[in-house]
């Protein structure tokens, strides 16, 4: 058979990489843009690969590095979802707490 398999003589693109880096970014962007669930107001945030968290502003300010993830470097979003009640969630990036759907601490 023909079929001979070459060591990589030039650089190319993972493709499975590609899908992570577009979903990653897709995932910051509509975070960003969209910070709360509709309907019912309730706020999201991002998890990373790793299991941490990320808030709405660290999607926006470190897009880059978000849409550019190697997929092993810690910067992979891979899903959003809405904080329900964990009033200690905080964002991995930046330390802010990420507000929660129904267990808020009392305004004091
Ligand atoms: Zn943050």
Partial sequence: MGMEIHPLSHPILNPITM??????LRLADQLAA??????GGYPMFGIFSD???CCKR????ERESIGTTTGTDGWTLIALDV???DPTLHCDLC???IESAYTEPDDD
């Fill in 34 to 39: 969209h910070p709360y669930a509709w309907p």
């Fill in 19 to 24: 899908s992570t880096q577009s979903k990653s």
């Fill in 58 to 61: 660290c999607a926006e300010s």
């Fill in 83 to 85: 904080n329900w009640e």
């Fill in 51 to 53: 299991g941490g968290a």
């Fill in 95 to 97: 330390s802010t707490r």
